[in-house]
């Protein structure tokens, strides 16, 4: 398999809904027929293992700090798309969480992120605002950033701080993705918007379930936006795709 596309999608500040979006995006390729591997690099809040059932061992942090593969930490999700998802969390108490964010586990996280890539048609990462090692590994190791943030005057004047940091770092933002917007709403700020969706499990996301309501096509635009790729996904609703 040649090597996938890697996308690492950050914050621009807490609460903006990046996990959410990155298992958004990870079904919507998966529905496409894509492989999938989601990676987790939001220590701090774990949000990525609430979404993986049953034991997680090893987590992203063993890997990090110890030994293994990529594949030694991957679960596949439970979504019934033509593509496999599969997740690799962190869910670790804090002093391995500590010893993860050092400089040399951040290389090793770099690593991680190119064996995946060489195993899946996409590596997407679950990446916090950017101030800490293992989050720049994330950026920088990535092909391509996607800036998440909420439709809201608190995310959104947290931007133009975010894209100059992504600039210090040599990893500029390619995209804009505003979250958790209400109905119809454009973000001007933004280059793809999402709706809010009250939805909590992977397996009920309209992405996979209901993909004809405004949610899914939604997310499906700001996957190809991110990504600049075309998935070809067939929605009732025209005009969105």
């Not at 990529?70 to 999700?77: H, K, P, Y």
């Not at 996957?223 to 795709?241: H, I, P, S």
Request: proline share 7%.
């Amino acid at each position: 398999m040649t090597s996938g596309t890697t996308l690492a999608l950050a914050g621009v500040t807490g609460g903006a809904g990046t996990t959410r979006t990155t298992v958004e995006f990870g079904a919507t390729l998966a529905r496409a027929g894509r492989d999938v591997a989601l990676l987790d690099a939001a220590f701090a809040t774990q949000g990525l293992a609430a979404h993986v059932p049953g034991r997680i061992d090893p987590d992203a942090t063993a890997l990090l700090t110890g030994s293994g593969g990529i594949g030694d930490g991957l679960v596949d999700l439970d979504v019934e798309t033509p593509g496999r998802l599969a997740a690799c969390p962190a869910r670790a108490p804090f002093e391995r969480l500590a010893r993860a964010k050092t400089p040399a586990a951040a290389e090793r996280f770099e690593a991680l992120v190119d064996e995946a890539s060489a195993r899946f048609d996409h590596v997407l990462v679950d990446t916090p605002p950017v101030a800490a090692n293992q989050a720049v590994a994330a950026v920088t190791a990535a092909d391509r950033v996607a800036l998440v943030v909420p439709a809201r005057e608190r995310g959104l004047d947290r931007l133009p701080t975010m894209r100059d940091r992504m600039h210090d770092i040599d990893a500029p933002a390619d995209t804009v993705v505003a979250t958790l917007a209400d109905p119809g709403e454009s973000v001007g700020a933004a280059d793809a918007t999402i709706p809010r969706s009250d939805v909590t499990t992977v397996a009920d996301l309209p992405v996979c379930t209901d993909p004809d309501t405004e949610f899914a096509p939604a997310v499906a635009d700001a996957v190809e936006t991110a990504l600049g790729v075309r998935l070809d996904l067939e929605f009732q609703e025209e005009g969105l795709l």
